[in-house]
């Protein structure tokens, strides 16, 4: 199991690095089951990195671009993230999605995390409309699929983040992340020989007081949690959650 933190565009240097050194205190007796990973804006990794060095906390980024290096002003490569020890990138989020980012271009940048290395966390979801519609299955394996091409199975961890779900506290039920994440897992072992075993996560409003309950789902493998993961208390819980699930 994984429980991903996505910092997003939060915190300052201090905070973010006060809040690395408390989740690093809080999950320090944390069993080999459980896999816990931050990922701090880009600006800060590197002291993050410094913090949780030695510890049981992984490092993860948000975001990369698939090129090597070069003319793209404000991006970050792959090679820089693993220079750092980062070890996780979270792609195609839907924030960026929504800001015109393409499965295709998404596709690319899973490639260039998996060339340096990376376990790219590759998200996808549908918008409340696609919801509504009746349609979220089909949308968002065909939102995979495509951001997917020319991929291997190498490190890859898939986040399903419904749109509807991040940060307005709707979550989605247990049975209708189960549906979904059941749908994937099917997709993932056509896909890939190992592609059953690909780890799905479960993002959109988790906390502590629901955790447990989607944790307890046979295709959740773990969580992509944003805003009760800026609080070191709440991300532990849920880290608690992951862990009283594998009894
Ligand atoms: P919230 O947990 O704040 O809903 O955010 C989920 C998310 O987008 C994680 O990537």
Not at 57 to 84: C, K, W
Not at 113 to 118: F, H, R
Not at 170 to 195: K, N, S, V, Y
Request: hydrophobic share 45%.
């Amino acid at each position: 199991m994984l429980v991903a933190g996505n910092w997003k565009m939060n915190l300052g240097h201090a905070d973010a690095v006060g809040l690395a050194a408390e989740i690093v205190r809080a999950t320090a007796d944390l069993s080999d089951e459980v896999g816990v990973a931050i990922c701090p804006p880009a600006v800060w990794l590197d002291a993050v990195a410094e913090r949780v060095r030695g510890s049981e906390v992984r490092l993860g980024a948000q975001n990369l671009h698939p090129a090597d290096g070069g003319a793209f002003t404000g991006e970050v490569s792959a090679g820089m993230l693993t220079d750092l020890d980062v070890e996780y990138v979270i792609v195609g989020h839907s924030e960026r999605r929504q800001m015109g980012e393409t499965s295709a271009f998404v596709a690319e940048k899973v490639r260039a995390a998996q060339a340096a290395g990376l376990a790219p966390i590759l998200c996808v979801g549908e918008t409340l409309d696609e919801r509504e519609s009746g349609d979220a299955e089909a949308i968002v394996l065909a939102q995979l699929a495509a951001s997917l091409d020319g991929v291997d199975s190498a490190d890859l961890v898939v986040a399903y983040e419904p749109v509807w779900a991040i940060g307005t506290g709707r979550t989605a039920t247990p049975e209708q992340a189960q549906a979904m994440h059941a749908a994937i897992r099917r997709a993932l072992g056509e896909r890939f020989e190992d592609g059953e075993d690909v780890e799905i996560l479960y993002g959109g409003s988790v906390k502590p007081d629901n955790a447990a309950e989607l944790f307890d789902q046979d295709d959740l493998d773990g969580a992509l949690v944003g805003g009760a993961s800026l609080d070191a208390e709440s991300f532990a819980a849920i880290v608690a959650a992951a862990e009283a699930s594998m009894c």
